[in-house]
């Protein structure tokens, strides 16, 4: 699928994928297969070959190389569990999003109060990874949808923000593949999407900017092609939280 109204802004030094050269190439230009890994998480097809107990273990073995090869001293009592508790981090926690099966099962509802305007979930917490250096992307997902007729439970929304989040990312991808499952899951095309968020990647090496953040937004349907709902949208996110 075209990422159409996918945007990016950045304010780093934007080293990672620019949707918006894709977005400039026909789909026949690249071709179907070529675009769909663009979008896609790039998973081999045995990717799931292995029991993910069978993972922590590989894992396990070849980060106590890693470590070995840095000079650390593994018998030491706070090193030596260490490849351990990484390789389990790794495959039950912060990638656990690679597999579909721990994808959230969204079960829909009528819409029973008729409730036609926009919906927006704001602040989602962000919790990712870069896939170009390991390490993490933190910051706030902004989303909205108008419904055709279903509505979803609200945890639904933060928990699949979470379950793309918890995969070696870029930002741009991890907006449009939150937006493509909010279509697919809500039957609409009128979905938004905005991710504000840090790269450490950014502020802890390379160009060590701690203050520069990373925009991206997608908007579809009436997001897209209507600037009064797309300018509401943008309204209620800049809005502050209601406090508690
Ligand atoms: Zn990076």
Redesign the pocket.
């Known amino acids: 699928m075209k990422p159409n109204g996918t945007s990016l802004n950045t304010r780093s030094n934007g ?2 994928l620019n949707f918006d050269v894709l977005n400039e190439l026909t789909v026949e230009e690249i071709g179907d297969d070529h675009m769909a890994s663009s979008l896609e998480t790039p998973l081999r097809e045995d990717a799931f070959a292995l029991t993910d107990e069978a993972k922590i273990e590989r894992i396990e073995e070849h980060f106590r190389e890693i470590m070995n090869i840095l000079g650390l001293d593994l018998t030491d009592d706070s090193l030596k569990g260490t490849p351990k508790r990484v390789a389990k981090m790794y495959v039950k926690e912060i990638f656990s999003g690679l597999n579909p099966d721990n994808k959230p099962k969204a079960a829909l509802f009528e819409n029973k109060y008729q409730y036609k305007e926009m919906l927006v979930e704001k602040n989602i917490t962000v919790q990712s990874h ?6 993490p ?1 933190l910051g706030r997902a902004h989303v909205a949808y108008i419904s055709s007729g279903k509505v979803i439970g609200l945890s639904k929304l933060n928990r699949i923000v979470q379950y793309f989040a918890k995969r070696p990312q ?1 930002q741009e991808r991890l907006t449009v593949q939150i937006a493509n499952e909010l279509k697919e899951v809500l039957q609409t095309e009128d979905v938004a999407v905005i991710i504000d968020a840090r ?4 502020s802890m090496r ?1 160009v060590q900017d701690v203050n520069s953040s990373t925009v991206t937004a997608h908007y579809g349907g009436k997001f897209k092609d209507d600037e009064a709902t797309r300018q509401e949208f943008l309204r209620h996110v800049s809005e502050p939280t209601a406090a508690i």
């Open positions: 080293h990672h870069c896939e170009h250096h390991f390490v992307i870029v790269h450490l990647c950014v390379g």
